[in-house]
């Protein structure tokens, strides 16, 4: 059975930090990750995605990949007040199953 | 650009009724998903289609979910009949992914289903 786990939180960060989530996986043939923001009573955005092992940066947000560690994480850079929300991990196994998603984590950027 | 579009946002009925949820994925996706949220599971794939075929239904609750997706452009989500337990925000997804997926999803805004 495929998991995807986060810790549930809330995780709460100081504005001016850098929020660290993470997210493991369980299905060893995974290949693409993705991760969405979901605003309270809002629809899930797409916010990173990344398909190789390493570093992929966009603006304040750097996403991280270590497939031998099964292990995902998003990086928040100069977090601020609007990045407070649940932050969803979704993993593809890249056959015809769609995404898994995780729970997700609620962070909270304390002004 | 649209992005996908559902319908309704709300939907309250009661148990027994019949209830159908509708989207249209972005223009030029191929690939559409239809979710269901609650606070207990999280996100939850139900049915996914490729070049309106589905692919993969095996997230179907049971026999009282059904999906099509007549044309490119439509797809429906019917519940019948409903349940309190059914009671979740439904979200519907596009993308251009192929059925070897890797692609992003784009999410619509929404059905928020309440079954008295």
């Known amino acids: 059975q495929k998991e995807v786990e986060q810790n549930s939180g809330p995780l709460s960060v100081p504005e001016g930090a850098i929020a660290s989530l993470n997210c493991t996986y369980s299905?060893?043939?995974?290949?693409?990750f993705f991760w969405y923001r979901q605003y309270s009573g809002k629809s899930p955005e797409l916010i990173m995605f990344?398909?190789?092992?390493g570093d992929k940066e966009d603006g304040r947000f750097t996403a991280q990949l270590n497939k031998a560690s099964q292990y995902v994480s998003l990086l928040i850079r100069d977090s601020q007040p609007s990045d407070s929300a649940t932050y969803l991990c979704?993993?593809?196994?890249?056959?015809?199953?769609?995404?898994?998603f995780g729970k997700g984590t609620h962070l909270i950027i304390q002004p | 650009d649209a992005g996908v579009i559902q319908s309704p946002r709300h939907e309250v009925t009661e148990m027994g009724q019949e209830v159908t949820l509708r989207c249209k994925p972005i223009?030029?996706?191929?690939?559409l998903f239809w979710y269901r949220q609650t606070m207990m599971r999280g996100l939850e794939l139900l049915i996914y289609?490729?070049?309106?075929?589905?692919?993969?239904d095996s997230g179907m609750p049971e026999d009282r979910f059904s999906a099509k997706m007549p044309n490119a452009s439509f797809s429906t989500l019917k519940i019948q009949p409903s349940e309190p337990r059914d009671s979740a925000v439904y979200f519907c997804?596009?993308?251009?992914?192929?059925?070897?997926?890797?692609?992003?999803?784009?999410f619509g805004d929404g059905t928020r289903l309440s079954i008295l």
């Open positions: 997804a596009s993308s251009t992914g192929t059925v070897n997926g890797n692609q992003p999803q784009h």
């Open positions: 299905d060893r043939g995974s290949q693409s």
């Open positions: 990344i398909y190789s092992n």
């Open positions: 979704a993993v593809d196994r890249g056959g015809a199953d769609g995404l898994t």
């Open positions: 223009s030029g996706h191929n690939s």
């Open positions: 289609f490729n070049n309106n075929v589905p692919i993969d």
